[in-house]
């Protein structure tokens, strides 16, 4: 069968669901209202898809949300304002554990707990480098590396810092 030409609009995110069996169409969302953005992370969690959406502001600083919606159809649960471009995350026992960076402005870098239920802030932790790496839990113990390469070992409960560790190279 051919494939229909779809639009193509640079940079804009939309989100779709398709049926897995022939791929139609289920529905179809436009983030940022049809502006420039990209999404960086999804998940799909108790019928519940997570994500994280950029957005380049004016005079080249960042901003982005973090959100939740229905899978069934597309509708906006709750979506959180955060600094900087948010970026991976993790869904953890109830939370979830995003990265969010901001190359244009120093300690603009941070990693956020968020409630999964409502996108409440619980805390966050600022990270002072252009990046983060994806947080990964051990045990009551949040491990998430740096650009700069720094280590950093938080608590999950409370995001305190546990240690850091300066290596040689960026992480």
């Known amino acids: 069968p051919s494939v229909p030409k779809m639009p ?3 940079v804009q995110t939309s989100l779709y669901a398709l049926r897995t069996g022939n791929g139609a169409v289920l529905w179809h969302k436009e983030l940022n209202n049809g502006q420039d953005s990209f999404a960086n992370w999804f998940v799909l969690d108790n019928g519940v898809i ?3 959406q950029s957005i380049s502001g004016s005079n080249n600083t960042n901003q982005g949300y973090v959100y ?18 948010p970026g991976d995350g993790q869904i953890i026992n109830g ?5 969010s ?18 996108g409440s802030l619980l805390w966050s932790y600022p990270i002072y480098s ?13 491990y998430t590396s740096a650009g700069n390469g720094m280590l950093y070992a938080l608590s999950a409960n409370n995001g305190k810092l546990l240690w850091h560790y300066q290596t040689d190279t960026g992480a």
Do not use: C
């Not at 069934?72 to 600094?83: E, F, L």
């Not at 939370?95 to 990265?99: E, F, G, H, L, P």
């Not at 252009?130 to 949040?142: E, S």
């Open 8 to 10: 193509h609009k640079q």
């Open 50 to 52: 997570y994500g994280t």
């Open 68 to 85: 939740a919606m229905q899978a069934s159809d597309g509708s906006p649960v709750w979506k959180d304002k955060v600094q900087g471009s």
């Open 95 to 99: 939370v979830i554990y995003a990265t």
């Open 101 to 118: 960076g901001d190359s244009s402005a120093a300690g603009a870098t941070a990693l956020y707990a968020l409630r999964e239920q409502d």
């Open 130 to 142: 252009d990046f983060t790496g994806t947080p990964m839990q051990v045990g009551n113990t949040l």
